[in-house]
């Protein structure tokens, strides 16, 4: 079904209404007697129908995770259980007030307290700060803490080292904190190269940065001669737990070695995100880092909560609590599976990644030829000898009904295509998708004019991407 959906402001007429106020009896000052030249706001002019329907017919045009399967890679897209947004909405949550004492936020205080030990638990941790607001910004409040930590000790260290296969918020926050980048090359499994990460390592690195399992799906398996060489240098090692949905149960960054960690609440604790919604980022820390932790920290006296400094802590990073109501979520999710249920969702997320990379490996290429966590990257190389490229595979798959994998991340595999199914799609579901990606490796070997200039069956098809962001059209012209 493709037909145009016009603008909200060509849908009406001069006059239309919503609704109709009673007559402003109380209007005393005219737009005249203001020193500046009014210029009346331009609004649409529709009914009510005509503003439902409008916004209506736009709503069923999303992609979403309740409509269609996402494949996205890195970001863990999971589907998002409605008991979280069930006591989200719970009044006592959603209608406190930050600015209310101590003793009125007694339940709030304990979810966060409880929310904080869970985390521990999960990430080999001694404490967490639940303010961070995205996992980029836990990544610049440890880097913070780190900088904090080698001032405290008199120690000058500069860099921060980061492997190639990295999300681009490491750099960015290494940045942000004031410390230099330096990359360090993957090797041919996707590991870090010790070689080259051991030409980098002096008594100026301040912190290596590692996800693991890394952006490439594979976990790495040096990290115990990685954390011995970094922790030998006087280094620290910094978790990035965006990828926490393959380990859960199994394997915790504070037992690999790791110092510092962010997890992102709103990836594997299945919080609402992806159009810019909030987010959370723990970020948590061990042995002496722990003093360094920004205020407040949640305590427990007595049987009563109560807000606390850490010893040297860098202040705050968030007004508040952080996204409070993401945290509420987080902690339902984490006592509805329970432990037992948490380390299944891990089962399943690397089951089904493993299941999708067995029936996509022989049509596309695979980047790295290892069993994979939850995510694995492909190659469309040998697409692109024929001119097709992970792009118009990626747009193919709309047409299928599902959303594009990230494409062309990470950066150091050419042709990329990311897949991350997650735990919660079924054995159909899964085997659905399959058949898509084998139906258009079929075309771009047969017919590859079937795949270009794809999508063809949605109400927009390809579009000018690049001139979209470098030309974007942000303002509504009237027609004269
Ligand atoms: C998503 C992601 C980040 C950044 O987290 P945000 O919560 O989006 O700020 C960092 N690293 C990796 C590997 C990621 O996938």
New binding site residues.
């Given amino acids: 079904m493709t037909f145009a959906e016009p603008l909200i402001f060509e849908v009406g007429a001069p006059g239309r209404r919503c609704v109709q106020p009673p007559p402003d009896e109380t209007a005393e000052i005219s737009l005249d007697d203001l020193a500046v030249e009014p210029t009346l706001p331009v609004l649409p002019e529709v009914s009510e129908l005509d503003l439902l329907r409008h916004f209506t017919r736009l709503s069923h045009r999303n992609f979403s995770i309740e409509t269609h399967f996402y494949p996205l890679g890195?970001?863990?897209m999971k589907y998002n259980p409605k008991i979280n947004e069930r006591t989200a909405r719970m009044s006592g949550f959603a209608h406190l007030h930050p600015y209310q004492s101590e003793a009125d936020l007694q339940g709030a205080l304990e979810l966060m307290y409880e929310l904080e030990r869970a985390l521990c638990a999960i990430a080999g941790m001694d404490r967490f700060t639940l303010q961070p607001a995205?996992?980029?910004?836990?990544?610049m409040t440890a880097l913070l803490m780190a900088r904090a930590y080698f001032d405290h000790k008199g120690e000058r260290r500069t860099k921060i080292l980061i492997p190639d296969s990295?999300?681009?918020?490491?750099p960015s926050s290494a940045r942000l904190a004031g410390f230099k980048v330096v990359q360090v090359k993957s090797d041919a499994r996707g590991n870090v190269d010790l070689e080259a990460l051991k030409t980098h390592i002096d008594n100026e690195v301040a912190c290596l940065m590692l996800?693991n399992p890394?952006?490439l799906g594979v976990f790495e398996e040096n990290i115990v001669e990685i954390q011995r060489l970094i922790h030998e240098a006087g280094g620290l090692l910094y978790y990035?737990g965006?990828?926490l949905n393959a380990t859960m149960g199994y394997a915790r960054p504070g037992d690999m070695g790791f110092d510092l960690v962010?997890i992102?609440l709103?990836?594997t604790f299945s919080t609402p995100?992806g159009g810019g919604g909030p987010?959370a980022?723990p970020v948590g820390a061990r042995g002496e880092l722990v003093d360094f932790l920004p205020s407040p920290l949640i305590e427990k006296n007595d049987g009563a909560f109560r807000f606390a400094d850490a010893k040297h802590s860098i202040g705050r990073v968030r007004s508040f609590f952080g996204n409070f109501l993401i945290l509420v979520r987080a902690y339902t999710y984490m006592r509805a599976h329970g432990p037992e249920g948490l380390k299944s969702v891990s089962e399943h997320a690397v089951l089904n990644a493993n299941y999708l990379l067995s029936r996509l490996k022989e049509a596309y290429t695979l980047a790295y030829d290892r069993r994979a966590m939850h995510e694995f990257v492909l190659t469309a190389k040998r697409q692109k000898e024929k001119g097709v490229r992970a792009l118009d595979i990626a747009k193919k798959l709309l047409d299928y009904g599902f959303h594009a994998p990230t494409v062309y991340f990470p950066l150091i595999v050419e042709e990329a295509i990311m897949v991350e199914p997650t735990e919660t799609e079924s054995r159909q579901t899964l085997d659905a998708f399959a058949e898509a990606m084998l139906a258009i490796a079929r075309d771009a070997e047969s017919d590859p004019q079937q795949v270009l200039g794809a999508p063809r069956g949605l109400p927009v098809t390809r579009l000018d991407e690049v001139g979209a962001a470098r030309n974007p059209v942000l303002r509504w012209e009237t027609p004269s």
């Fill in positions: 890195s970001c863990t995205a996992g980029a910004h836990g990544e990295a999300h681009g918020t490491n996800t890394s952006t990035d965006a990828n962010h992102n709103h990836k995100h987010g980022g």
